[in-house]
């Protein structure tokens, strides 16, 4: 089977552009990701990050459900112990109700005290109707429940999610190391809750970026790891240019962040780049890969997003299966 592929966009902010400008930009590759036939977009959250730009996704996904016509948009998640769970029910309800079988519910247990995360997946899903646990609340239930996702970078959530019975999706771009584990947990322990499509086999999110030639490709991914390693040490700055990484003198540590980091960033022309993901998502177990790009210039970020889909259509499923 051909590896689907989807987008998990986290609205990065470049050296020389401004929050304004990545929101707009994550606007125009949700459109896209629609043309190139991404199977579905998501949009993360952040707060007070000098490179994201992505504080409110509830709102950031109405717009791009809005702008586009058939892509599944989504949450990469909302932070859930922030809000109360009446409230995310509400918003999600309101998108449901307004765009039927297009969205889904991604939810994260970061961004606050998460003791009582479990606790407020179930009161959720309960007011929005899902799981067979009742008709939901008056004017918040919609008559298609968003789908929920529960997403994480350990065993944690793999096992909610298998025991509540909804899908998950593995950040393998922040932990790669537990990924095999938390997809297999998920996998054994996932009953299909009655109230919506039976979870699949889970989704892997990795770090990659492409370009035509390999000498461009590695340009972005060191601009990539200059701005992860600076913010691994407390420096929490916009992505710079290609440039800005190239003439930088690292330090040992800086160097040091680097070089982990690195293992879970997959980058090269078109063809490596695909190659990697397909062997990934073999060696996962999973049918779906949601790549992340990062980039100073948003027109590198939709050129990389396009090669890739371009060069994945062009491969044969055979020739895919076979990498």
């Known amino acids: 089977m051909r590896t689907r592929l989807s987008v998990l966009d986290q609205s990065p902010v470049g050296e020389g552009f401004s929050h304004a400008d990545a929101l707009s930009s994550s606007v125009d590759l949700a459109r896209l990701a629609e043309e190139l036939g991404f199977a579905r977009f998501w949009v993360a959250e952040h707060h007070g990050s000098p490179g994201f730009a992505g504080t409110a996704p509830e709102i950031l996904a109405a717009v791009l459900l809005a702008r586009t016509e058939r892509i ?16 995310v029910a509400e918003v999600f309800g309101v998108l449901a109700s307004l765009y039927p079988g297009r969205v889904d519910m991604g939810l994260g247990r970061a961004g606050g005290p ?5 606790e407020r997946v179930l009161l ?12 939901g609340l008056p004017g918040v239930a919609p008559a298609v429940p968003p789908r ?3 997403l994480g970078a350990g065993l944690g959530s793999a096992h909610l999610a298998g025991r509540l019975g909804t899908d998950f999706a593995f950040a393998h771009f922040l932990n790669p190391g537990p990924a095999t584990a938390a997809l297999t947990a998920y996998r054994e322990s996932v009953v ?3 109230g919506g499509p039976a979870p699949g086999a889970g989704v892997l999110a990795v770090r990659a970026v492409t370009a035509e030639s390999e000498a461009e490709a590695e340009a972005l991914a060191q601009s990539i790891l200059l701005w992860r390693s600076r913010k691994d040490l407390g ?3 916009p992505l710079p ?8 003198r690292w330090t040992a540590l800086e160097a040091e962040r680097a070089a982990v980091r690195g293992r879970s960033l997959v980058w090269g022309t078109p063809d490596q780049v695909h190659a990697r993901l397909v062997r990934l998502a073999e060696e996962h177990g999973v049918e779906e890969i949601m790549v ?8 590198d970020r939709l050129r990389s997003y396009r090669l890739l889909a371009e060069h994945a259509a062009a491969v044969p499923v055979e020739a895919a299966a076979g990498v």
């Open 72 to 87: 599944t948009v989504g949450t990469g998640g909302v932070l859930l112990p922030r809000y109360t769970p009446g409230k």
């Open 241 to 248: 240019t290609p440039r800005a990484a190239r003439n930088h």
């Open 192 to 194: 299909p809750d009655g």
């Open 292 to 299: 992340n790009t990062l980039t100073c210039d948003p027109e």
């Open 114 to 118: 998460a003791e009582d995360y479990p």
């Open 235 to 237: 420096d929490d700055l």
């Open 148 to 150: 929920m996702w529960l």
């Open 124 to 135: 959720l899903r309960r007011m929005l109707g899902m799981g067979g646990e009742g008709l």
